[in-house]
Nanobody, 123 residues
Framework: QVQLAESGGGLVKAGDSLKLSCVASGIHFSRNSMGWFRQAPGKERDFVAVFSASGNKYYSDSVKGRFTISRDNAKNTVYLQMNNLQPEDTAIYYC?????????????????WGQGTPVTVSS
């Protein structure tokens, strides 16, 4: 059974930082591209970042330079370091996994989704 368990969300002020974690089980972690999406209230789920199985990283323009994705294959964990958070970053953040390349994940169709962790940024 595949499980992606996110943690680390919370309520912060503008300019603060948070680090999200996603622990995966039931998949061959190192062979999966791992990513993060977010869904703000009343909006669609949007791509945030991906760390491909081959080691490439991609970010959405809205977070480039502020967010950093990393992974620890030994711990089956992917992280999202979020710096200089702004109210527009308020959303539910979802972890996602896709076997192999990251193309389908970036397109919003990963193999698996986590349940999400909420991030709220006050002004």
């Amino acid at each position: 059974q595949v499980q992606l368990a996110e943690s680390g969300g919370g309520l912060v002020k503008a300019g603060d930082s948070l680090k999200l974690s996603c622990v995966a089980s039931g998949i061959h972690f190192s062979r999966n591209s791992m990513g993060w999406f977010r869904q703000a209230p009343g909006k669609e789920r949007d791509f945030v970042a991906v760390f491909s199985a081959s080691g490439n990283k991609y970010y959405s323009d809205s977070v480039k330079g502020r967010f950093t994705i990393s992974r620890d294959n030994a711990k089956n964990t992917v992280y999202l370091q979020m710096n200089n958070l702004q109210p527009e970053d308020t959303a539910i953040y979802y972890c996602a996994a896709t076997y192999g390349g990251s193309y389908s994940l970036q397109g919003g169709s990963p193999d698996y989704w986590g349940q999400g962790t909420p991030v709220t940024v006050s002004s």
